[in-house]
């Protein structure tokens, strides 16, 4: 089935920023499409952006667009999030998920809790 | 974008009763819709997908239909494991439904 694993807890400063890792296990990396999904406390998921890695494609939600950047790492297997001009609002926990191109994420990580303060 | 709109934002039912769950797209998304349960401090699991297809290893009493613009999720006999909260996500690509709350009367 495969498995993602994520970096671990992190604490900012407002204004700072963050870059989360997840590395991926079974399957063929390439093949993928690795979204980021993230969860203020007490609130809903809200999807951020994905890649797919055998096409270059990289996309996002319009909200985040100017602060986020996903890129692969296809020699490690490792997909990485980046959210730059932190501020207290985006304290969550941020999860990535994998799934195969235009389907829906059937793999996802343990999560990683960023706060901001 | 296509916004989803879930309903009931929560709900409170008894073991063994039959539990549905709304999500309607403000635009046609064909069968594009797929549901996740998220229990508490867990990561989200994928239960149903293209709006009707069963996810491996997900209990048969959980169903999905629906096509263009309305979608539904049916729990047949609630479970104590099924407090959870629910999502719908068009496509894989888009937001999710703003979630349901399941819990046990």
């Known amino acids: 089935q495969g498995q993602l694993v994520q970096s671990g807890a992190e604490v900012k400063k407002p204004g700072s920023s963050v870059k989360v890792s997840c590395r991926s296990s079974?399957?063929?990396?390439?093949?993928?499409?690795f979204s980021w999904v993230r969860q203020a406390p007490g609130q809903g998921l809200e999807w951020m952006g994905r890649?797919?890695?055998?096409?270059?494609?990289?996309n996002s939600a319009q909200q985040f667009q100017e602060r986020l950047t996903i890129t692969a790492d296809t020699s490690t297997s490792t997909v990485y999030l980046e959210l730059t001009s932190l501020r207290s609002e985006d304290s969550a926990f941020y999860f990535c998920a994998r799934g195969l191109p235009l389907k829906p994420s059937d793999v996802w990580g343990q999560g990683t809790r960023v706060s901001v303060s | 974008d296509v916004q989803m709109t879930q309903s009931p934002s929560s709900l409170s039912a008894s073991i063994g009763d039959r539990v549905t769950i709304t999500c309607q797209a403000s635009h046609d998304i064909v069968n594009y819709l797929h549901w996740y349960q998220q229990k508490p401090t867990k990561a989200p699991k994928l239960l149903i997908y293209d709006a009707s297809n069963l996810q491996p290893g997900v209990p048969s009493r959980f169903s999905g239909s629906g096509s263009g613009t309305d979608f539904t999720l049916t729990i047949t006999s609630l479970q104590p494991a099924d407090v959870a909260t629910y999502y719908c996500q068009p496509y894989d690509d888009l937001d999710f439904g703003q979630g349901t709350r399941v819990e046990i009367k």
């Open positions: 890649i797919i890695p055998i096409l270059g494609l990289v």
């Open positions: 079974g399957g063929t990396f390439d093949s993928y499409s």
